[in-house]
């Protein structure tokens, strides 16, 4: 099968590889749709993943295809089903499996980081890790349930209640699913950061008409007059340093700001212990997807949270490197690898 392996920084080949052997209580699926992640272009710039990444291996962890072959002791998945794929595997007895908290499992294995994902025409996969999708659901759609299981999570840690000011700070695609997923919430206003006037336009044909270009106007002055006391919440989903620091000035005292954006592992921001303790800020990091993928797969079968907008870039195996590269340009939201 064709499949782009991993290397190490910088380095992606598009290669024929062995498909891969079917095991037992294992599906096969053909690989359809599969999205470029920020996670996958940090690790190709030689940052780490989730977990530590060893080449050579198959990126891509976001992925929907269709099911064509079972191994034994497969139960309720059949050759044929449309699935969506949660790449976290918890081994279920170390210490924080064992106090719920799985997604800070000590053997946290990874598909598309370290086990072989799907940036490839085939993957094989547990069953459980699989999700059956409505027939009709597009695959693009399909591959978007994990990143939105991932922003669910968020979500419940920043606990948003009908009334609450929610800040975004970067207006890309986890931005954007952050945005509606505060709206869906009950939040009275959601303001949007975002320097990029494209990705500023998609969010107004969203719905969202409190954006704001931080390179012109000075964001914390206009979420002063517009919450009075700051906001409720403020998720950084830009993964900068700026921005995480920035978080801090916009938030009301004893409000949120949850830490969502993957920030490069080396950056370091300064802060006030006691404007922490004094404002009694929350300060919260969100990793992961525990327990939220079959939420994420129901709100987007009823069509609730928008993922299609978002998808403004598609990419065949053959040029998805260019997908994993810094966007000049400014204009990409969703990178796809359609397969």
């Known amino acids: ?18 498909k891969p052997q079917l095991k037992e209580g294992h599906i096969l699926v053909e690989v359809k749709a599969c999205g470029i992640c920020g996670t996958d272009m940090h690790i190709y710039s030689g940052g780490m993943g989730p977990s530590a990444v060893e080449p050579p291996t198959i990126l891509g962890h976001e992925f929907a295809g269709r099911v064509v072959e079972i191994g034994d002791g497969v139960s ?43 940036f490839a025409e085939y993957c094989l996969v547990p069953q459980n890790q699989a999700y059956k999708l409505p027939p009709d659901m597009p695959y693009e ?33 986890i931005g954007l699913i952050h945005a509606q997923l505060a709206r869906l919430a009950g939040a009275s206003s959601v303001i949007i950061s975002e320097p990029s006037r494209g990705r500023r336009q998609l ?27 700051g ?10 340093a700026k921005t995480a620091r920035q978080a801090f000035d916009l938030v009301k005292n004893g409000g949120i700001v949850l830490q969502f954006g993957v920030v490069d592992e080396t950056a370091e921001i300064q802060l006030k212990p006691f404007e922490i303790y004094q404002k009694e800020i929350k300060w919260i990091g969100s990793f992961i997807n525990p327990y939220t993928h079959a939420r994420a ?15 403004t870039h598609r990419y065949s195996l053959d040029n998805m490197e260019e997908g994993l590269k810094p966007d000049k340009r400014g204009d990409r939201i969703k990178a796809m690898v359609i397969i």
Do not use: W
């Open 297 to 311: 797969l129901e709100l987007l079968a009823k069509d609730l949270i928008k993922v299609s907008p978002l998808i």
């Open 76 to 118: 309720d998945i059949d050759v044929g089903d449309n699935v969506a794929i949660d790449p976290n595997i918890y081994c279920g007895h170390c210490h924080y499996c064992r106090m719920g908290k799985v997604h800070l499992c000590e053997n946290l294995k990874n598909i598309g980081v370290i086990l072989n994902g799907g």
């Open 141 to 173: 759609v399909g591959a978007m349930v994990e990143p939105l299981a991932c922003c669910l999570h968020g979500t419940d840690l920043a606990q948003i209640k009908p009334g609450d000011s929610v800040v975004i700070l970067g207006g890309g695609a």
């Open 231 to 240: 906001a409720d919440v403020v998720i950084e989903a830009a993964g900068l």
């Open 1 to 18: 099968m064709k499949a782009a392996v991993f290397y190490g920084t910088g380095d992606i080949r598009v290669e024929e590889v062995e």
């Open 203 to 229: 969010a107004e044909r969203l719905g969202f008409d409190m954006l704001i270009d931080p390179t012109s106007y000075d964001i914390k002055a206009i979420v002063e007059t517009s919450t009075r006391y």
